[in-house]
């Protein structure tokens, strides 16, 4: 009898909002990088920078070719199986460093198309909620599938502690959940590729 073929590897882009070094929900990056190592196979997490993209003007797309770091942006994003948004709200939208990172990886070809996305946030009041559903409504345009459930919102200031000192996640039922995004994410990444997770 010929062996069960391996689930393939799934190459995740996770790409944070906030720019600021102690940031939530880079944090949470970190630790569904972390989670991932310890208990999801076959499943690499890459943070991927966006503070060294310039703001996106079309005057610097010269003869087809866009300024280098959006370029070695963009083939990240091309390359990659699937993403993590790790999205804070601001004014009841998303950021405008990851606005600008969607909109030059979505000029043409848009590099975003048919690919499985999640969506994570960290914050006060709706922990990110209102951020979450405008990122989704953006998705529509740009042909990316983001999964629906669970759905992962977390007040960062609501006791008990949710982050360190450092702004790792230090909450085990974040945790928890958080994993559960990621093994969601990994069975629609494998499911739009027409393959599924072996047991």
């Known amino acids: ?73 963009r083939k990240k ?21 990851l606005k600008n990172a969607i909109d030059w990886a979505s000029r043409s070809p848009n590099v975003w198309a048919d690919k499985a996305a999640a969506i994570v946030s960290a914050g006060g009041g709706f922990g990110g909620g209102l951020a979450q559903y405008h990122l989704r409504r953006i998705g529509v345009f ?20 949710k982050f360190d000192s450092d702004g790792n996640l230090i909450d ?3 945790k928890e959940k958080l994993q559960k995004v990621l093994l969601s994410l990994q069975a629609f990444t494998l499911r739009l590729q027409g393959g599924k997770v072996l047991k």
């Open 142 to 161: 740009l042909d990316l599938h983001f999964i629906n459930k669970p759905e992962f919102v977390l007040n960062a200031f609501q006791p008990p502690l």
């Open 1 to 73: 009898m010929a062996a069960a073929a391996e689930t393939p590897l799934i190459r995740v882009a996770a790409i944070c909002g906030s720019l600021r070094k102690g940031s939530y929900n880079r944090g949470l990056i970190r630790s569904a990088i972390d989670i991932t190592k310890e208990s999801i196979p076959r499943m690499e997490i890459e943070y991927v920078d966006i503070s060294a993209l310039p703001m996106l003007n079309t005057d610097l797309e010269v003869d087809g070719t866009y300024p280098p770091a959006v370029e070695a942006f």
């Open 172 to 174: 085990e039922a974040a």
């Open 77 to 97: 994003i091309l390359e990659a199986d699937s993403y993590l948004f790790a999205s804070p709200e601001y004014n009841y939208s998303v950021t405008a460093p």
